[in-house]
């Protein structure tokens, strides 16, 4: 599959056309959009020793020209930044501000162009080292074989004789590999959930928060009812015994 180079730092001078963000600018979340955040937030939550996930949070790297920026659905840092109960934004010149690990966009009706276009080159120039792209509407514009379900874009180093690049590695429908977190990603519901597992089938879901919750529940009502049956069985057999 074709990768997309993209810029790796912000331009010195003039900031390109549609890269400056407004302080209060905020794109509202459709209700589907916000349910899909909300499970990515609870399964990238519950798996110990990713690093810090935070959910529309600005996301900013140039001192000099403070509102270019992306705002990420969601985001995972490598670290919980300095103050992250009151933060609004990561500001990746402040100590201890670090670019993410990995950065989703769902894809709305308002937002497709900047997703598909100069979206991907901001992420490149913030640092990012993963960019997750969903659209299950597609909503997408028809270029380059799009619209895409599913995009995975990966910051790859520089080399001899080439630059530090941001390419896309998969475009499709899933599942597609996240080499930054080892796993896969896959689509679920019919094509509207994007979720994480260990396999590539999908077999393995990484649980959210209530589904870890329910699974424990049915183990320890399955370790109650094994216990109940060992009781009834050596009841049993005690009441045989006593009748001899």
């Not at 140039?62 to 109960?85: I, T, W, Y």
Request: aromatic letters at 8%; hydrophobic letters at 35%.
């Amino acid at each position: 599959m074709r990768g997309t180079a993209a810029r790796v730092s912000v331009p010195a001078g003039e900031v390109p056309e549609g890269w400056v963000l407004e302080d209060d600018f905020h794109m509202p979340d459709s209700r589907d959009q916000d349910k899909g955040s909300e499970l990515m937030v609870s399964c990238l939550e519950r798996r110990t020793g990713l690093g810090w996930v935070a959910r529309n949070m600005a996301l900013r790297w140039s001192e000099e020209h403070p509102q270019v920026g992306v705002d990420p659905d969601v985001m995972l840092l490598p670290s919980e930044p300095p103050g992250a109960e009151h933060l609004k934004s990561v500001r990746t010149w402040i100590p201890g501000h670090l670019p993410p690990r990995v950065a989703l966009e769902f894809v709305s009706e308002g937002t497709a162009d900047k997703d598909y276009g100069v979206g991907i080159e901001k992420y490149a120039a913030s640092g990012a080292r993963e960019l997750w792209i969903f659209d299950p509407f597609l909503y997408g514009p028809a270029v380059d074989g799009g619209p895409h379900l599913l995009q995975v874009y990966r910051r790859r180093p520089a080399t001899r004789g080439r630059r530090e690049r941001f390419e896309r590695t998969y475009a499709g429908d899933g599942p597609a590999a996240t080499e930054e977190l080892g796993a896969w990603l896959v689509v679920t519901d019919g094509g509207y959930r994007l979720r994480l597992a260990d396999d590539r089938e999908g077999v393995v879901l990484w649980p959210t928060g209530e589904e870890a919750e329910r699974a424990e529940k049915e183990r320890e009502r399955a370790a109650r009812v094994t216990i109940e049956a060992e009781l009834a069985r050596l009841r049993a057999e005690l009441d045989e015994a006593r009748k001899r």
